[in-house]
């Protein structure tokens, strides 16, 4: 076979070669297309998150603590802060009492100028009062409450209605006598020695030894300077705290056992006891001891006054008809022939008859007084 007719053959199975090469790419493109149109239906199906930047960090705050997983927000219901009315002795428990309340209902603030409006909302009276007043004429002006966050109201808050100088009203407190524990118990001193430390600043932990003894009552003192054994070191104020805490609480509890069990002075050993048939009237006593009282007692006080004796004036003016010397009804005292009897002379009458005779015989001159007056008289000088 010539080649001029193999290649008139091989002409058909060419064209059928291009045919299909054609048919393939067309079906190429058509395969890139839809490709390209799921990958077009997808992106819209499944967009992709937002790129987010990260919040700028910020300072901790115990008010912006998110509330626990999974706890119900209706099952606290705490207090609610009191009234402030400016007293910088109560202003630090009136911002304890806010933050208190934001830290455990943080849903109910949904922004820093929420809580700011909220705390104020307690400043009614007094220079609180007045001060809520002025910020919020402010916030008028210029549209804005002028703290920029939760902080910068604490900060301002501070300075306003806190001690100017906590820290050298403490110290100066704690270097004088004032604190001292007195009749308090050692819980309730030593509750006001944490808040002078606290204020004052002071760290060292001998320092703080040496204050809380110097306050103590001295017989707690001196027991727990003197232990022998179980002596807490100098270094360690919280156990010493607690050594002296126990040690009152055994003393009261020691005293009210003893007052418990101590016996009544009606009944205890010793007592005189004086049989009931036995009536007591003023001939029973000496006559020089006075009758017993009337009453329960003879001292008022504002709770326990003296009953009045209406009798007694009624008493004072009637007057007997019998001489109080003798008893006689003839005569009054003051003609009594036995008023010059030294036995029935009281001790005034026997002091004023004795005064009368030791003046009496101190007036009359003795015989040797006579002579040295006479001889005198008889001397006659010389000069003359």
Known sequence: MSPSDMHHDEAPYMGRVETLEAIVDEMRTDQRTTQSLLQDLLAKLNPAPPSISPPPPRRPSSTSIPSPAGRNKNSLKPSFPPDFAGDRNSGKAFLTSCRTYIRLCPESFEDEPTKIIWAMSYMKTGRAGRWATREFELEARIGTLRFTDWFDFEDEFRKDFLPLDSEATAINILEGNTYFQGKRTVDDYLDQFRDLVEDSGYTDPKTLVVKFRRGLDRRIASTLGNMAAGRPADNKPE??????????????????????????????????????????????????????????????????????????????????????????????????????????????????????????????????????????????????
């Open 239 to 384: 156990d010493w705290y607690r050594l002296a805490v126990q040690m009152d609480q055994n003393r009261a509890a020691e005293e009210a056992f003893q007052s418990a069990h101590r016996p009544s002075p009606a009944t205890g050993p010793g007592i005189l006891r004086i049989p009931q048939s036995t009536k007591l009237t003023t001939s029973s006593f000496p006559p020089t001891s006075r009758p017993p009282p009337r009453f329960a007692h003879v001292t008022p006080s504002p709770g326990n006054p003296v009953p009045m004796d209406i009798d007694a004036a009624r008493k004072a003016k009637a007057l007997s008809d019998a001489c109080r010397r003798c008893g006689s009804t003839d005569h009054w005292v003051k003609d009594c022939p036995l008023r010059f009897d030294v036995r029935y002379m009281d001790s005034d009458e026997l002091q004023t008859e004795l005064e009368s005779k030791l003046a009496a015989k101190d007036a009359v001159p003795t015989e040797s007084e006579v002579e040295l007056v006479d001889s005198e008289e008889d001397f006659v000088p010389r000069d003359e």
